[in-house]
């Protein structure tokens, strides 16, 4: 059973940076395409960024230039660098896994940057 497991989350101040990470539980991880989503409240949940099996990324314009996203395919591990936080990035965050078959979701992780 796939299994996605956010972690990093946190209150942060504006201008701040955290780190997200993403561990993912079985074997088609080095094949999937993994991403960063976010939910803020009454808002619809948007792509914040991508990261292809072969290592090509793609970010929102929202947060391009601030925000890094790396894979480590030996630890299933997807990372979120985000730096220069910003208050209008308070919002769930959550890790996607595409898989040749189906999507799978992570619970989430909450990012507050107070300003």
């Known amino acids: 059973q796939v299994q996605l497991v956010e972690s990093g989350g946190g209150l942060v101040q504006a201008g701040g940076s955290l780190r997200l990470s993403c561990v993912v539980s079985g074997s088609m991880f080095s094949r999937s395409t993994m991403g960063w989503h976010r939910q803020a409240p009454g808002k619809q949940r948007e792509l914040v960024a991508l990261i292809t099996s072969s290592g090509i990324t793609n970010y929102s314009d929202s947060v391009k230039g601030r925000f890094t996203i790396s894979r480590d395919n030996a630890r299933n591990a997807v990372y979120l660098q985000m730096n220069s936080l910003k208050p209008e990035d308070t919002a769930v965050y959550y890790c996607?896994?595409?898989?040749?078959?189906?999507?799978?979701w992570g619970q989430g992780t909450q990012v507050t940057v107070s300003s």
């Open positions: 996607r896994q595409t898989t040749p078959l189906r999507a799978y």
